[in-house]
């Protein structure tokens, strides 16, 4: 599909730069020599043109000032919706003068403009540049419409570049394989069409159709991983190999097909491995599989379950103590907020969340849902409420139950170790008493014979949502 012409223009203001010399780039405010026009922007970048309304992560800078450019240009674009979302991160002096500057551009090409104006936390400990990019993706997720389509200017250099920052932090084939074409934010798609597209090009386009565009002067920071690569290491490498950054995005692409085909047979895999619930795994399934395939399989459980990223210490601690661990052991891997354990024959993974305190109880009527400390609720369904309030606390572990059909009592914790409920999920496990002292219920896991008789009298049921947030069924 072509890119065609735009329509209007839009005027010269003292605020931009059409310069796409880095060395420049300090000098944001001036007008430098323009290189001469050379070839326009590739027919091939909008091959896979969704028929979805689109929204341009515009930043106002030559990338993302094109992509909006050409796409403004597609008739058929205008009509399934074309806006364009800039973040002011609030970071740099002029950041309000760059604002200024996406409004009269996008206002030129009638494309609707919001801005969203985010705080970047300043001491996050994970530097001003990754902050500022949650802090986008953030932005993206909470204007994204239902089925609109983020669209992102990245191009083939930076992927060059990214592929060769990942091979710095010694990533595998799904690190390598860099940026997708094609990804995922939440329920929203990004789509990448200049990815296959070099910088020179989308700089040759901007200057035939006399484009203008802002110039971050950080880009010019060599402190900056990405810029040392950018403005230091690639034009050296391009010396030499002048396709240097095509080559590395077609590494990336190589790695992104095999990563594909391991990820089919990962899957199988997790599948052969998955129980009923989807936060276990069988151990001894896993432990059937070689340990490089058991390694991405884990990788990708955690992953679908939406946890942060296995490191790779995860990986190898969970191989080597928490997977041969004895079956009543309680061996577990714990990151950034989140925990793989073992318990029986089954692996788990879930967020941590602390246990109520110590000694935590109140009363409880059921007439409304009951928040329990550190997470997870109590909600009874289908009566008004109890007859009279229940003591709602924790175990101190010496609790029995008269369980339903039963004369005589059972020790508690026998109960939930027969029920299978792991150790850990019993510590956040709410328990309901009579006034009496005696216990009516763990959870929604089990129940005493006179609540269950309650219960059924009234067509009532009792929910317990554990603190994860899975509700059990
Ligand atoms: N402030 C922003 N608001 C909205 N989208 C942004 C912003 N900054 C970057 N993006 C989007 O994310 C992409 C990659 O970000 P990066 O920081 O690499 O961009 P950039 O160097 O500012 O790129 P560009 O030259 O396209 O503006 C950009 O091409 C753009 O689509």
Known sequence: MGTGAVKGSYGHGPLFSNSGNNADARDVWHHPRMPAPTAPLPAPTFRDLPAAPL??????????????????????????????????????????????????????????LLVDRVQVPAASGEGPEAAARHA????????????????????????????????????GPDGLAAMRRWSALGDHRIWRPLLATPRHALLAHAHTRGLHWLEDPSNADTAFDRNFLRNRVMPLLRDRWPAAGAAFAQAAGHCEDATALLHDEDERHLAEAATADPATLSRTVLRGLPPTRRARVLR????????????????????????????????????????????????????????????????????????????????????????????????????????PGRTHSHALKHVLQDLGVPPWEREHLPVLRSAEGDVLAAGDLTYSSVFDAWLRQHGARLHWRPPTGTPRD
């Open 136 to 171: 986008r993706r953030a932005a993206y997720a909470r204007h994204l419409g239902r089925g609109e389509v983020l669209v992102l200017a990245h191009h083939q250099d930076d992927q060059a570049e990214t592929f060769l920052l990942r091979a710095l932090r010694g990533s």
């Open 300 to 403: 990708l459980w955690i992953a679908s379950l939406g946890l942060p990223p296995l490191p790779a210490e995860g990986v190898a601690q969970i191989e080597h103590e928490v997977l041969p661990a004895r079956a009543d052991a309680r061996a577990m891997f714990a990151w950034e907020g989140a925990a793989v354990r073992s318990w029986r024959d089954l692996l788990h993974a879930a967020p941590l969340s602390p246990p109520p305190p110590a000694g935590w109880h109140t009363l409880w009527a059921g007439d409304a849902p009951l928040a329990i400390p550190g997470g997870g609720s109590l909600h009874l369904e289908g009566a008004a409420q109890f007859p009279q309030p229940a003591i709602v606390g924790l175990r101190d572990g010496g609790e029995r139950i008269t369980l």
């Open 55 to 112: 929204c341009v992560g515009y930043s106002g800078g030559l990338d993302s000032t094109v992509l909006l450019h050409a796409l403004a240009a597609l008739p058929g674009v205008r009509a399934s919706g074309l806006r364009a979302l800039h973040v002011h991160h609030g970071l740099h002096a002029d950041a309000d003068q760059w604002t200024a500057h996406c409004v009269e551009v996008c206002a030129a090409l009638d494309v609707p």
